[in-house]
């Protein structure tokens, strides 16, 4: 497949964007987590939340960048 759709394009900067985001997310939110003390469970919530945040945030601009890229031809 030489040409892959724009919709697939989008789809794999949002693939990627997700995968790229939660693995920063959780690293970050790990790292607050323990710096500001968060008590017992609340931790994993903490560490959740970061997480999902973060992918969700990139998951969007890679897929809007890819989006804007698609309807570039070069």
């Known amino acids: 497949m030489a040409r892959d759709s724009c919709l697939a394009r989008v789809t794999a900067g949002v693939a990627v964007g997700g995968a790229v985001g939660g693995a920063v997310g959780a690293v970050y939110g790990t790292y607050e987590a323990i710096?500001?003390?968060v008590p017992g469970?609340?931790?994993i919530r903490y560490i959740g939340q970061t997480t999902l945040g973060s992918a969700a945030i990139f998951?969007?601009?890679l897929g809007a960048g890819?989006?804007?890229r698609c309807g570039k031809s070069y």
């Open 35 to 37: 710096r500001y003390k």
């Open 41 to 43: 469970l609340l931790k």
């Open 59 to 61: 998951g969007l601009f």
């Open 66 to 68: 890819s989006l804007i």
